[in-house]
């Protein structure tokens, strides 16, 4: 008798990070015993797409006129096809962040 234990997250539920308009998007996502992840719902920023081997997030930000917080679900996959959900966020940042006084 085996036991298989179904994929556990190793990256923290939320926010992945903010990223300026037009700026890089690179992070990853990562789980134990996973050998395959994929967007389960809601949508990744325009120009980013999921590596489905390695959970890598990657790609040049298109499309948003304003700061958006895309909010998405990712399923990591093991290879006894058990499966584990979770959900992320990355923030596209138009204008400043942050903020300063000036005299």
Not at 12 to 38: C, E, M, P, Q, R
Not at 77 to 96: E, K, P, V, Y
């Amino acid at each position: 008798l085996t036991v298989s234990d179904a994929p556990a997250w190793t990256t923290a539920a939320g926010n992945l990070g903010t990223v300026a308009a037009l700026g890089t998007i690179n992070f990853t996502v990562a789980a134990t015993d996973a050998t395959s992840f994929a967007v389960q719902s809601g949508s990744l920023p325009g120009g980013a797409s999921l590596n489905s081997s390695t959970g890598a997030i990657t790609g040049t930000e298109t499309g948003s006129t304003a700061t958006t917080t895309y909010t998405f679900t990712i399923r990591a996959t093991d290879a006894q096809a058990q499966t584990a959900d979770r959900q992320f966020n990355i923030i596209i940042s138009h204008g400043a962040t942050g903020g300063a006084l000036f005299p």
